[in-house]
């Protein structure tokens, strides 16, 4: 459809999944909150109705209304034309460097700010490649797999907040980071050939930084104290830490002593039942060589 020659998008479009704000997400809340204000105050000193600069935009003037009133999280497109249309020089286009967070899971941004403070991280993983160590395709086809599916724009949504964690691995001083990855999981190649290759190389070039300690728990292992599930430890600069495990204090995190002493027990345990790092890249070489 268009509006005196220009295409807008449907309003259909101001109701697809992954673009509405949590309101319970304070922070997001706030931040959308005040980028539609300044859009409706920038719209209304123009003498542009809410119809005018949708169309000027290429959106409905529902979505429009929507924005402003901070209900919706503007997609980037959306912010350069409004700046462009509004001659904002800027202003309203460098917002995106926010906006973009809230569309990130709240669960999801907190976990990345706690990994964004510690010093150490462990984490054993049972079912799939840990996000920290997964390559867009990998990520994308592992959310992508979800039943009930989610929408392609939840998809991408994840992917984003997904990838965005790794910027640990660009921290200095750098933490330390353990992994201990299951067999298994390291023979499923999931996305197909192509994109598990990809897969793969990832984890032979992370298993070879100074600061990360990358393991393979073997399918013919005879004792293994993992299979209650995922653990993952976190420990910050003061001494404090946070840990999390599927099978253990009803899998919520626990910051208590006597927690975070089991879990370091059995994340300790499943290390030492674990490949050696020494023998663990090249078992992945291996595979590497097997696809």
Not at 90 to 96: L, R
Not at 218 to 241: N, Q, V, Y
């Amino acid at each position: 459809m268009s509006v005196d020659g220009e295409a807008v998008r449907p309003d259909g479009e101001a109701d697809e999944p992954g673009w509405e704000v949590d309101p319970d997400d304070e922070w997001g809340v706030a931040v959308i909150t005040m980028v539609g204000r300044q859009l409706k105050l920038l719209r209304e000193a123009a003498g542009l109705r809410a119809a005018e600069f949708g169309a000027l935009v290429g959106y409905g003037e529902d979505l429009v209304y929507k924005v402003e009133a901070g209900k919706r999280i503007p997609r980037r497109e959306y912010l350069v034309d409004a700046d462009r249309v509004l001659n904002a020089n800027g202003v309203i286009e460098a917002t995106w460097e926010d906006v973009k967070k809230v569309r990130y899971p709240k669960t999801v941004r907190d976990l990345g700010k706690l990994e964004a403070k510690a010093v150490e991280i462990a984490l054993y993983e049972c079912h799939i490649v840990p996000g920290l160590l997964q390559t867009p395709e990998h990520a994308r086809s592992v959310i992508g797999a979800a039943q009930p599916p989610y929408s392609p724009d939840d998809v991408e949504r994840m992917v984003a907040a997904r990838l965005a964690r790794q910027s640990v691995f660009e921290r200095s001083p750098a933490p330390a980071l353990s992994f201990v990855l299951e067999e298994g999981v390291l023979r499923r190649p999931i996305g197909g050939t192509m994109a598990w290759r990809q897969q793969l190389e990832r984890l032979l070039e992370v298993g070879q930084l100074h600061n990360v300690v990358l393991q393979v728990m073997p399918m013919d292992c005879d004792t293994h104290s993992g299979l209650d599930g995922r653990i993952e430890m976190l420990k910050f600069p003061d001494g404090t830490a946070v840990g999390r495990s599927d099978g253990a204090f009803n899998g919520r995190p626990t910051s208590e002593p006597k927690h975070l002493r089991i879990l370091d027990l059995r994340y300790g345990t499943i290390r030492a039942q674990a490949l050696s790092p020494r023998r663990s890249l090249p078992f992945i070489e291996q595979l590497l060589g097997e696809t």
